[in-house]
């Protein structure tokens, strides 16, 4: 007998199919244009940050991602410029998804 997926099960993977590459959980410094935020999780094409600016949906923002555990004395910053996907409200403000359209490999700044 053939196995029938539920709706349910139709929208998990169809969510699942669209991440077009693997999602890890790190927290890291976002320096924004006015503000700041804190990653929630982060992959080779998107960053999920938290902060408590507003933005709009499809805006395209730069920020920098600031990778302090590779040298916590001299920081390593990822100049990054990305499209805005969707936005929810957070505890604090809001969480913004975000598609990385470009960037600038880590360079240490002081």
């Not at 969510?15 to 927290?27: I, L």
């Not at 499209?83 to 957070?90: F, G, H, L, Q």
Request: proline fraction near 6%; aromatic fraction near 8%.
């Amino acid at each position: 007998m053939p196995y029938h997926c539920s709706s349910t099960c139709r929208t998990r993977i169809r969510r699942a199919e669209r991440r077009r590459s693997a999602r890890y959980d790190v927290n890291l410094l976002v320096l924004l244009t006015g503000g700041v935020g804190r990653t929630a999780n982060l992959s080779e094409t998107g960053v999920l940050m938290e902060t408590d600016q507003m933005f709009n949906p499809m805006e395209t923002i730069e920020f920098d991602l600031v990778l302090e555990e590779l040298d916590p004395e001299r920081p390593y910053w990822m100049r990054c410029q990305g499209t805005i996907v969707r936005i929810e409200p957070a505890t604090d403000g809001w969480r913004i998804a975000v598609e990385i359209d470009r960037y600038t490999l880590p360079a240490p700044r002081d």
